[in-house]
């Protein structure tokens, strides 16, 4: 069972410094009307309030750090980590130091996500778990649910959505919309050009290729489903099993009957990468979009020159705004690489999320308090504005469900051009205009 405070006041906190967390537990943050609202701006490590004493907090970082995923589960631990800096450095969460284990989820398979959830929440007993992903079966969510372990994770899966909700778990947060808006807003966007003329597809055909799980299935479904009600015919359908590096057997096939449209699902790095570069030796005059994939480093890295003309999206991803930038430079001298536009971010994010909810609940193993303070939130960070459903504890989508940037997190669509990632929607985030890939004549 959750714990639960004594009736004289949090475990272990002074009311100097459960004050003192309230202010400082994001680095720079405020609140506004109470749990309404709190605005954070990275402040680098910089803190006001000196050094965090008294018993670590312990909280969890589910990752890949090995395995064909670990450049995200690098990207996701090091926003992590960059983030309990900033919270220690402004005094803790109230006035506690801040420690992150991390659980390797490896390959991603159901028996990791198990293990690593029964490790974090029996073994070390954290306070909060954090994830990229998460099982697609939701195998390891009763043991977060059981144990009210708040878990902040940001797997775009509508499956885990919905098992949220059938089993009435009231902990688990899902810190972006799901899967099932990507194809809505492309093809939102996709109708925009052509009716700009921006792009005159020859014909009204496409070709959708997915890897065999439900994420890359659900989203290569709602494409299909939606493109056909524009009058658009799929002539071509394939699922592969990713890690898959050799796309001879699909591009085969497309180059013998060239769609206007080719929608790739699968979304690792690696396989988008090959995919890229093996069409460029022979493009058809097709748009390519690619799932979430080339928002991780390595990609740019793999592709090089393949990649320019590609689109892409995500529902989560770092915005080039003030704030955002302020985030990439900084881990840019921190780490020496370039970020990724989404996971390093988020989970950045994520952690100041929970931390400015853990300081108000004055105690961070006061499950319930937690829970009900960041169901009550409204928080800007790097990625933009989260703000939950209140029966599903998912993230709202911008511009595609609520149509005001203060209230939902913007699904965002980029174009590789120069070897540059522009975002190209949505306003007022997106500066960037579509170009037509140069192998589209």
């Known amino acids: 069972m959750p714990h ?56 969890g970082s589910v990752a890949p750090v090995t395995g064909p995923y670990s450049g995200d589960g690098l990207e996701m631990v090091r926003g992590a980590k960059m983030a309990i800096e900033d919270i220690n450095a402004a005094g803790g969460v109230a006035g506690r130091p801040v420690e992150l284990i991390t659980a390797d989820i490896s390959d991603q398979a159901p028996e990791n996500f198990i293990q690593a959830a029964q490790r974090l929440v029996s073994q070390e007993q954290v306070a909060a ?103 658009w015919e799929v002539t071509h359908y394939d699922e592969v099993t990713a890690p898959n590096a050799d796309w001879g057997p699909q591009l085969a096939r497309i180059r013998a009957n060239p769609p206007a449209l080719i929608f790739i699902t699968d979304y690792l790095a690696g396989d988008l990468a090959s995919f890229a570069t093996q069409f460029a030796s022979a493009p058809t005059p097709s748009l390519l979009y690619q799932q979430y994939g080339p928002s991780v480093p390595e990609y740019l890295d793999l592709a090089k020159g393949a990649a320019n003309g590609i689109l892409w999206s995500t529902t989560i991803g770092t915005l080039p705004d003030q704030m955002g930038t302020e985030f990439a430079d900084r881990y840019r001298k921190k780490y020496n690489v370039e970020p990724g536009m989404s996971q390093s971010g988020a989970q950045y994010d994520t952690v100041r999320l929970w931390a400015r909810a853990a300081a108000q609940a004055g105690d961070p193993y006061d499950f319930d308090t937690v829970t009900s303070y960041l169901k009550s939130t409204i928080f800007r960070g790097v990625v933009g504005t989260y703000r ?28 590789i051009q120069d070897g540059k990632q522009v975002l190209l929607s949505p306003a007022p985030y997106g500066k960037g205009t579509f170009v037509l890939p140069a192998w589209i004549h």
Not at 153 to 163: F, G, I
Not at 225 to 230: N, Q, S, T
Not at 388 to 409: Q, R
Request: aromatic share 10%; charged share 15%; proline share 6%.
């Open 4 to 59: 639960t405070p004594d009736p004289g006041g949090p475990r272990g906190v002074s009311r100097r410094n459960f004050v003192r967390g309230l202010t400082t537990a994001g680095a720079g943050g405020f609140v506004v009307g109470g749990a309404a609202a709190w605005v954070m701006k990275p402040q680098g490590g910089t803190g006001f309030a000196g050094a965090a004493s008294g018993e670590t907090i312990k909280i």
């Open 129 to 231: 778990a954090f994830a990229g992903y998460t099982s697609t079966t939701s195998a390891e969510y009763d043991i977060y649910g059981n144990a009210g372990v708040p878990l902040l994770h940001t797997n775009t899966l509508q499956a885990n959505t919905d098992y949220v909700v059938e089993h009435g778990i009231t902990n688990i947060f899902q810190c972006c919309p799901t899967e099932i808006w990507y194809a809505k807003g492309f093809l939102q966007l996709m109708q925009e050009w052509i009716d700009a003329r921006t792009w005159v597809p020859k014909t009204k055909t496409a070709a959708v290729i997915s890897s065999n799980d439900s994420y890359s299935i659900s989203i290569a479904k709602v494409l299909q489903d939606g493109i056909k009600a524009m009058g």
């Open 388 to 415: 939950f459903d209140d029966k599903e504890l998912t993230a709202v989508p911008y511009p595609d469900k609520v149509d005001d940037p203060s209230l939902a997190m913007p699904h965002l669509t980029y174009q």
